[in-house]
């Protein structure tokens, strides 16, 4: 089974970027639908974006359009979320999350749909 490794957290001050890379293993990571979802201390995990298995649809919630871009790059086995403009308020743990499932039309923002996580990368944004 796939595994999924999370990489480019870290402390950056408001207005800065940072990119996180979910990297993949397994051969059939281009049929993967992946999220990224975040969570901070007491409450619920949110959805951030997503990207479809097939790359040419993206979603995102409120918060971060127009800041946030998810990519893929399938060659590589990773998924990228490039975060611009960054708040304090987007402090928190972000995970990459995964599964396959082709009748998706856009991907889902709810974590129980998903049943491959990775361990999660702390970012960090001071005011």
């Known amino acids: 089974q796939a595994q999924l490794v999370e990489s480019g957290g870290g402390l950056v001050q408001a207005g800065g970027s940072l990119r996180l890379s979910c990297a993949a293993s397994?051969?059939?990571?281009?049929?993967?639908?992946v999220g990224w979802f975040r969570q901070t201390p007491g409450k619920e995990r949110e959805f951030v974006a997503g990207?479809?298995?097939?790359?040419?649809?993206?979603d995102y919630t409120d918060s971060v359009k127009g800041r946030f871009t998810i990519s893929r790059d399938n060659a590589k086995s990773t998924v990228y979320l490039q975060m611009n403009s960054l708040r304090p308020e987007d402090t928190a743990v972000y995970s990459c999350?995964?599964?396959?499932?082709?009748?998706?039309?856009?991907?889902?923002?709810?974590?129980?749909?998903?049943?491959?996580w990775g361990q999660g990368t702390q970012v960090t944004v001071s005011s």
């Open positions: 397994g051969r059939t990571f281009n049929l993967y639908n």
């Open positions: 999350a995964a599964t396959i499932n082709l009748s998706w039309i856009k991907a889902s923002q709810k974590s129980e749909d998903y049943e491959l």
């Open positions: 990207v479809m298995w097939a790359g040419g649809s993206t």
